[in-house]
Nanobody, 125 residues
């Protein structure tokens, strides 16, 4: 059974960068569209970015102001989210989610079937 596992979170100073990873076990990722979402304390889950199964199309939330870069390496069964110029408001638990590809990824969390447990990102000086 497919499981998604996030890693790469941690404590980062404002202005720093992080690369989060979403790895699959029990199956390959290459047939999945993958989305990254985040949830801050007391707030609703929000979309960060998504990528289609081949990596040919990516979409990122406007809230990132170009700071989010999503990519994938299907040979390594991993999808990455690089976040630049981190801000305290980026503090949240970051989740990756997957669904069998529709040809283009979705920014709607309800469209995804598989979810990881999340990785905590804390931005603080």
């Amino acid at each position: 059974q497919l499981q998604l596992v996030e890693s790469g979170g941690g404590l980062v100073r404002p202005g720093g960068s992080l690369r989060l990873s979403c790895a699959a076990s029990g199956s390959t990722l290459d047939y999945l569209d993958i989305g990254w979402f985040r949830q801050a304390p007391g707030k609703e889950r929000e979309v960060v970015s998504c990528i289609d199964s081949r990596g040919s199309t990516t979409v990122s939330a406007d809230s990132g102001n170009g700071r989010f870069t999503i990519s994938r390496d299907n040979a390594k069964n991993t999808v990455y989210l690089h976040i630049d110029s981190l801000r305290p408001e980026d503090t949240a638990v970051y989740y990756c989610a997957g669904r069998p590809t529709r040809g283009i990824c979705s920014l709607e969390s309800a469209k995804y079937d598989y979810w990881g447990q999340g990785t905590q990102v804390t931005v603080s000086s």
